[in-house]
């Protein structure tokens, strides 16, 4: 049982250029989230999914896109990147309300 | 929107224990508090979620008094390995939009 895998595990981009990044969970979980956290920052919010075919914002929604397209998979892309979107991305996932988040291991993403 | 207030930074010694409060003045009453763990290059961990009272497991405790403003994470003779970020989080799930981590607070345990 792998949980929540995110790949890639690293990458860096040229300002402007575009990458999607995946988010894979084989808990059946219907809710998925994408978060950054900067350097002695907690995590941020990006986007979530409260199930297949939906998304919504979360707090800092800009310069970011999402699908999720099967309830297995939610996918972050960044169509034009930025600097500013360096940061290490966590993807997570729940069953639900009241339900704790399962958290992958982290994206590290530096924009030049 | 419930906001959570944390110490920055706490140290303590092997085998002692440990209580890290949680501040959250305006928890509704639909939200839970949840407290994660997070190591360096890894994502956050779920240690113990609570609605009111105590919750314990096998890693720690949570106290939550009757007005819910506040919650206290206590683990038990920590040990180095126990050296991490915790970030206390209070909201209901499918509200994710609610949920805010904060900066949490570190840990640091010394031999």
């Known amino acids: 049982n792998a949980g929540v895998t995110q790949t890639p595990k690293f990458r860096v981009l040229k300002t402007g250029q575009s990458m999607t990044l995946l988010c894979a969970q084989d808990m059946n979980h219907e809710y998925m989230y994408w978060y950054r956290q900067d350097p002695g920052m907690g995590l941020r919010l990006i986007h979530y999914?409260?199930?297949?075919?939906?998304?919504a914002k979360g707090e800092v929604p800009d310069g970011y896109n999402v699908s999720r397209l099967k309830k297995q998979n939610f996918l972050l892309g960044l169509e034009s990147a930025a600097p500013s979107q360096t940061s290490v991305y966590f993807c997570?996932?729940?069953?639900?309300?009241?339900?704790?988040?399962?958290f992958g291991d982290g994206t590290r993403l530096s924009i030049l | 929107l419930a906001k959570t207030t944390q110490p920055i930074s706490m140290d303590s010694y092997e085998g002692q224990e440990v209580n890290i409060t949680c501040s959250h003045n305006?928890?509704?009453?639909?939200?839970?508090i949840t407290w994660y763990q997070q190591f360096p290059s890894q994502g956050p961990r779920f240690i113990i979620q609570?609605?009111?009272t105590k919750v314990t497991n096998e890693v720690a405790s949570l106290f939550i008094p009757a007005d819910r403003k506040s919650s206290t994470l206590s683990l038990p003779r920590v040990s180095l390995s126990d050296t991490a970020v915790y970030y206390c989080l209070v909201g209901v799930i499918y509200n994710t939009d609610k949920l805010i981590f904060g900066t949490g607070t570190r840990l640091q345990v010394f031999p």
């Open positions: 609570g609605y009111k």
């Open positions: 999914s409260v199930g297949e075919g939906t998304t």
């Open positions: 305006n928890i509704a009453t639909n939200d839970y």
């Open positions: 997570a996932s729940t069953a639900g309300r009241g339900q704790p988040q399962h």
